[in-house]
């Protein structure tokens, strides 16, 4: 009784509506796909309640409806994950296929009644479905973020469509027969526990994606700084110590410029702290713009800022924060009133292994120091460079 076709619907049913449940606690942070998600679980739980009216109401309702509407769910739950995705969602031919579908339900219903044929085509429908979104979690590409949400779904995805598929080719190629879709045979009961079944997991798939992208956005407020895209002075260090750690084994040298802009009180001054806030953010737009994957880039606060990076040696480090400055010197940046530049100053000094962070940042911060009373906009190097290479 506990593994007929009804109980496992009565459970799916059930768990369709906790899923709606805690999918619908998630509505105040407005995740891209959560609605399309909570209107899937809603859709399949009543095509449930149709599939468990078979023989008790009519085929049109029990049948056409129950199985449109399940394939109706299942597109929804596709088009959410390409939504959540940043993808292109509502493809014309999916409806189009699904209209077929229940063309064909219609046909093999009423004018030559073949159940077999009937699952199979289903079968397909939702095959395809659970591929798609397979597909979708497997190529999604999520730096930084934890695995396991989007290798659960890749899974669940593609078990929900190699059962589909397989049960489509056991009803196709005729290797079992029956009269209505509730058998309690073991072929059905199997083949419907795995179908049914596996949308649970697909729900628990995307409370974990919305979960992930919650915790994403949370992180991002922590770690970024809003206004110019830089690391926050905790995550920057907290990245520069890993970064300093890993570089131990690899022989790599790493560099520490402390980069200051200039005379910043007076762009405040003359043209608003809100132009001085567009400069800044133009600042690291630049700085980031021309930073490579390897270099971190902080800000330490006010206009204040650090670049923790590998170079071969000194000078290759200082000629490269040089061509920062020079990037930056001649950008300009529209504010309300103006067309403003700016140019910054910059110590730098190379990472000892072993050292706290903190110590390389005095000794740049030093450096800086000097770059700012020989007149600024030039970068210093903590160690003693030729005139050649320091700039001005
Ligand atoms: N608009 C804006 N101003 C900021 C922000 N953070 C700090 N500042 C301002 O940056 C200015 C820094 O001024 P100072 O420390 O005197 O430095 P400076 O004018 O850049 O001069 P030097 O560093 O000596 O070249 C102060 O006026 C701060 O109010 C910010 O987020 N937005």
Known sequence: MLFSPISILAVTVLSGLMSMAVLGSLRAAAIPGLTYWISANALSIVAFVLFAMQGHAPRGLTILCANGLLAFAMLRVLNGCRLF?????????????????????????????????????????????????????????????????????????????????????????????????????????????????????????????AHDRMAERLERLANVDELTGALSRREFLAQGQAMAKASRGAAKRLFMAIVDIDHFKSINDAHGHAS?????????????????????????????????????????????????????????????????????????????????????MARADQALYAAKSRGRNRVAAAWPMDREAESA
């Not at 077929?100 to 095959?127: E, G, K, L, N, Q």
């Not at 067309?339 to 390389?360: H, K, M, N, Q, W």
């Open 276 to 360: 001085g806030d567009l400069v800044l953010a133009h600042f690291g737009s630049v700085v980031a713009g021309n930073l490579r994957a390897s270099d971190i880039f902080g800000r330490l606060g006010g206009e204040e800022f650090a670049v923790f990076f590998p170079a071969e040696e000194g000078n290759e480090a200082a000629a490269m924060i040089d061509r920062l400055r020079i990037c930056v010197a001649a950008s300009r940046c529209r504010v309300a009133d103006a067309e403003l530049s700016c140019t910054f100053s910059a110590g730098i000094d190379e990472y000892r292994a072993g050292e706290p962070l903190a110590e390389l």
């Open 85 to 209: 995705f940043g993808r292109r969602r509502e493809q014309w031919q999916e409806y189009a296929a699904l209209a077929a579908m229940v063309f064909a339900i219609a046909y093999w219903t009423y004018v030559t009644p073949r159940i077999d044929i009937r699952i199979a085509a289903v079968s397909a429908f939702h095959a395809y479905v659970y591929f798609a979104i397979g597909w979708l979690a497997l190529r999604a590409s999520m730096p930084q973020r934890p695995k396991y949400p989007y290798r659960f779904m890749t899974v669940v995805s593609f078990l929900g469509g190699v059962g589909h598929a397989a049960r489509g080719f056991t009803y196709a190629l005729g290797l079992v027969h029956q009269q209505t879709l509730l058998e309690s045979t073991p072929v059905n009961v199997a083949f419907l526990g795995i179908g049914i079944l596996l949308l649970p997991c697909l729900s628990i798939g995307v409370v974990m994606l």
